[in-house]
Structures are given as structure tokens and as C-alpha cells.
């Protein structure tokens, strides 16, 4: 059973920036592809970042790609987030998501964090 769990959540200044994990328990090797989504209150879940553990491949929303940056440690199971410039539309849970890439790009793959909320302040 795989286990992701996001932290780096919290309050933010519009503006600033912000650094998000996702610890996944299984090696990188089993799942090809790791990835961020975001909820916002009233909104669908969308895509933020989608990385390819393999190929170096990473996806970025048109919304968002300009400030953000995905990222992976391997040797640590362990992907990134890191945002900056946080816009006031930038509040939402943050998921971290895992899984083939086919699936993960499209936010039809098997595995899921908990979230980790950002909050942010004008």
C-alpha cells in the first residue's frame, strides 16, 4: 500500500512563497510519475505539476506555471513544490498524487495524499 503524505502547508502573505513536500513509503521505482493538484473551496481539483520520475518530464498548469517549480529526490521517495509569487487564487488543499503517468496527468491514478492546506492573506 502506498502512503503519501504532504507538508509545508500553511499561512502565506500574498506575494510570498511557500515550499511543499510529499513523503511517499514506497521506492520511486514503483510508480512512474509523482505529481501536485489543488482544491479550491467551490472549484474542481486541478492540476498543479505532474513529474515523470523517468524521464525528467514535468507538466506545469497553465495557471500557475510561472510560479511554481516541481521537483524529486529519489534517494528520499520525496517530491517538491515550490511556489512563489502566491497569488490570492492560490488558496486551496494542496494533494500530492502518485502513480503511471497517463493517469496522474489526467488525476485518474490510484494514490493520494491527505492535503495540505495554504492559506493566504492579502
Known amino acids: 500500500q502506498v502512503e503519501l503524505v504532504e507538508s509545508g502547508g500553511g499561512p502565506v502573505q500574498a506575494g510570498g512563497s511557500l515550499r511543499l513536500s510529499c513523503s511517499s513509503t514506497?521506492?520511486?521505482?514503483?510508480?512512474?510519475?509523482m505529481g501536485w493538484f489543488r482544491q479550491a473551496p467551490g472549484k474542481e481539483r486541478e492540476l498543479v505539476a505532474a513529474i515523470n520520475w523517468k524521464s525528467d518530464l514535468i507538466r506545469y498548469s497553465d495557471s500557475v506555471k510561472a510560479r511554481v517549480i516541481g521537483s524529486r529526490e529519489n534517494a528520499k521517495n520525496q517530491a517538491y513544490l515550490e511556489m512563489s509569487k502566491i497569488e490570492p487564487e492560490g488558496a486551496a488543499v494542496y494533494y500530492c498524487g502518485a502513480g503511471t503517468w497517463d493517469l496522474l496527468i489526467t488525476g485518474t491514478h490510484d494514490y493520494w495524499g491527505r492535503g495540505t492546506q495554504v492559506a493566504v492573506s492579502a
Open positions: 514506497s521506492p520511486s521505482f514503483y510508480f512512474d510519475a
